[in-house]
């Protein structure tokens, strides 16, 4: 964990920095948060941000984000 490794002051710091990119989600943010939004919904999903820390991340950049701009197929 990086918390485990950086010193109080910087840890000060990343409590206000909530995306990798700082105050904005980057291109590292956008990479983790595709990968893991399709999962939210299943159960592994549901643990991930109810009992890590990811929880706040991954609503700030659903926020960001906003929603998918999927195209549906109709049948």
């Known amino acids: 964990m990086l918390g485990k490794y950086v010193t109080t002051r910087t ?13 904005d989600p980057n291109l590292a943010d956008l990479a983790v948060f595709g990968v893991l939004r399709p999962i ?5 999903g549901r643990d991930m941000v109810e009992h890590t820390r990811i929880g706040n991340w991954f609503s700030e950049m659903d926020r960001a984000v906003g929603q998918s701009s999927r195209v549906r197929e109709h049948s």
């Open 11 to 23: 840890q000060k710091v990343l409590i206000f920095l909530i995306f990798a990119g700082g105050l």
């Open 40 to 44: 939210r919904h299943l159960q592994s």
